[in-house]
């Protein structure tokens, strides 16, 4: 298998493969940067086909990280983690206190946290045997309220840069997924003044916000060819592409789900339609920042994290006018930030 010549390597500065024959743990740990500090991301529980699928994974993931915590201006590198194994058969106390092993063995350049398929439980779990890991219970708390908060802020500067104001009432806003942050996101919305349109596979999620914020059902694809101002993909990762595109009548893309776009190209071709694009780990960075707070000498302060998490907006405003200046789609111009963030120092 390549590894160094991988594109995702991009000179990761270490990559760890783990195992415990006890416990049955298989994982990996990659460090992109620790220029601007410990990396930090979370610990993905997957069941990769393949052992390959899961070195692409965890480096591309790893990348992203250190761009999106700089970009958030955190004083955190960019690390993230993979266990791999089904999540209905492999979890344990005995794995998770495993991996911590591995990750105090690291010494402090990776801090772990929750991601796809490990919750604040299994995190507590690892704690066990080494402290570095965030998003503990009794710190930061649900990080959910804080990437809501950062994605309603995000609609509300990519509004007002297409519109030149940001005036929500009468607004039509599709939200696809009505999860832990897209439900935080149509009550700000709604507050707002927003018309919701919604979608999600739990009928449940459908009814509650429907019930509780007047939004109107539609159909899991009907989302894409709805006559609407804003499209807020708050599920699946990769719903920008070349089916979709061409269907959506949005003028704005804001949302929360990681992985928006299904190609890079697809950035340039919602440029080239006159679309514009919020990059995703620009605007769903309040959950990380609100963590990052949990980690200052003095203690998690709520009003310091809410405050950090209202900078979204002031960096969406320069990267969508940077893009518009420089003639570049917006997840590019977020890219270039992070590179020279990363380079500058903060
Ligand atoms: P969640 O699991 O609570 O919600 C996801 C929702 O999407 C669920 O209600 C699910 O039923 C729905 N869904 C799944 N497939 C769907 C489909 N095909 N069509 C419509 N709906 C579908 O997750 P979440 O924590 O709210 O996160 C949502 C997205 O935001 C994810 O992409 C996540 O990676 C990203 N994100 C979350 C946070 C956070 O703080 N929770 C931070 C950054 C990014």
Redesign the pocket.
């Known amino acids: 298998m390549a590894v160094f010549n991988q594109v995702e390597f991009d000179n990761h500065e270490q990559v760890v493969f783990c195992a415990d024959e006890a416990s049955g743990l298989r994982a990996i740990i990659a460090v992109h940067s620790t220029k601007l500090g410990p990396a930090v991301g979370g610990c993905r529980l997957w069941d990769y086909a393949k052992d390959e699928d899961a070195v692409y994974d965890v480096l591309r993931l790893s990348k992203g990280m250190t761009y999106k915590n700089a970009v958030a201006r955190l004083p955190f590198g960019g690390g993230k983690s993979v266990i791999i194994g089904d999540a209905k058969e492999i979890k344990s106390e005995a794995l998770f206190r495993a991996f911590g092993k591995h990750l105090e063995r690291l010494g402090g350049s990776y801090y772990s946290a929750e991601d796809v398929n490990i919750t604040t439980g299994d995190v507590m779990m690892m704690h066990k045997e080494t402290n570095y890991v965030l998003g503990l219970e009794g710190k930061s708390g649900n990080?959910?309220p804080f990437?809501a908060l950062g994605t309603f802020l995000g609609i509300k500067a990519a509004y007002q840069h297409k519109h030149g104001h940001q005036d929500l009432a009468g607004v039509k806003v599709a939200v696809?997924?009505?999860?832990?942050?897209?439900y935080g996101l149509c009550k700000h919305l709604h507050e707002a003044g927003a018309q919701l349109f919604v979608?999600?596979?739990?009928q449940a999620?459908i009814d509650r916000v429907v019930s509780e914020f007047g939004a109107t059902a539609v159909g899991?694809d009907e989302i894409y060819d709805l006559d609407v101002d804003v499209y807020a993909p708050?599920?699946?990762?990769a719903t920008l592409n070349d089916n979709t595109i061409p269907r959506l009548k949005a003028t704005v893309i804001a949302g929360?789900?990681?992985n928006q776009l299904a190609e890079s190209r697809h950035g340039e071709i919602l440029r080239e339609k006159g679309v514009l694009y919020a990059p995703d780990y620009v605007i769903?960075a309040g959950?990380i920042i609100n963590v990052y707070y949990e980690t200052k000498p003095e203690g998690y302060n709520k009003e310091q994290a809410t405050k950090h998490v209202e900078g979204i907006y002031d960096t969406l405003t320069e990267i969508f006018a940077r893009s518009e200046s420089e003639q570049k789609s917006t997840h590019i111009i977020a890219d270039e930030l992070a590179q020279e963030i990363i380079a500058q120092g903060l």
């Open positions: 990080p959910s990437t696809q997924g009505l999860g832990a942050v897209a979608t999600d596979i739990n999620s899991i708050c599920a699946l990762g929360c789900a990681n769903n959950g």
